[in-house]
Antibody, heavy 119, light 111 residues
Framework: EVQLVESGGDLVKPGGSLRVSCAAS????????MSWVRQTPGKGLEWVGR??????????DYAAPVKGRFTILRDDSENTLYLQMNSLNIEDTGVYYC??????????WGQGTLVTVSS | DVVMTQSPLSLPVTLGQPASISCRSS???????????LNWFQQRPGQSPRRLIY???NRDSGVPDRFSGSGSGTDFTLKISRVEAEDVGVYYC????????FGGGTKVEIK
């Protein structure tokens, strides 16, 4: 059974940084494209970015609102996905989900981790 | 960005009756490989989203066959043949052709 378990969500001040993690199990992690999706009060569900599998180059793509501030990393030896978030602002408040990318969509989701940006 | 517009915003339904949700994209979702990457998700209260349908009409594993997807180009529909109590929640369409964008959601509730 596919399991994705996010952690690391917290209360952060505007301008601050935070790294959230996603522990994956139940599938071949190094063979998967992975994405982060967030759900915010202002914009609903929003794709944040993705990372391809290493054999496809391991490259990343980001949505415009987070490009240059967020970085997605993967550690295939630990079956873990990361989202490093810098220069956080209030609009980044929301639940962050780790997902697998399959067939042009998000096949499996974690339970999410809450990130709150507030002074 | 491709804009996904869902209707209605709210859908009260009677148990056992059919339901239909519409999703329209601001541009064609046909990709260069010939596939149309249109997905449907269900989010029950207090839960994470769950994918029901991918590539317009393909049901994900474990999804009841009362859910079906159809459409082409820019117009798509999710149908529930007979609504059950467990179908209450918010339904989202999402396109995966031009990066990824979600619709605003349709709340399904029981009358």
């Amino acid at each position: 059974e596919v399991q994705l378990v996010e952690s690391g969500g917290d209360l952060v001040k505007p301008g601050g940084s935070l790294r959230v993690s996603c522990a994956a199990s139940g599938f071949t992690f190094n063979n998967a494209w992975m994405s982060w999706v967030r759900q915010t009060p202002g914009k609903g569900l929003e794709w944040v970015g993705r990372i391809k599998r290493i054999i496809d180059g391991g490259t990343t793509d980001y949505a415009a609102p987070v490009k240059g501030r967020f970085t997605i990393l993967r550690d295939d030896s630990e079956n873990t996905l990361y989202l490093q978030m810098n220069s956080l602002n209030i609009e980044d408040t929301g639940v962050y989900y780790c997902t697998t990318e399959e067939d042009g969509g998000f096949a499996h989701w974690g339970q999410g981790t809450l990130v709150t940006v507030s002074s | 960005d491709v804009v996904m517009t869902q209707s209605p915003l709210s859908l009260p339904v009677t148990l056992g009756q059919p339901a239909s949700i519409s999703c329209r994209s601001s541009q064609s979702l046909v990709y260069s490989d010939g596939n149309t990457y249109l997905n449907w998700f269900q989010q029950r209260p207090g839960q994470s989203p769950r994918r029901l349908i991918y590539k317009v009409s393909n049901r994900d594993s474990g999804v009841p066959d009362r859910f079906s997807g159809s459409g082409s180009g820019t117009d798509f529909t999710l149908k529930i043949s007979r609504v059950e109590a467990e179908d209450v929640g918010v339904y989202y369409c999402m396109q995966g052709t031009h990066w990824r964008t979600f619709g605003g959601g349709t709340k399904v509730e029981i009358k």
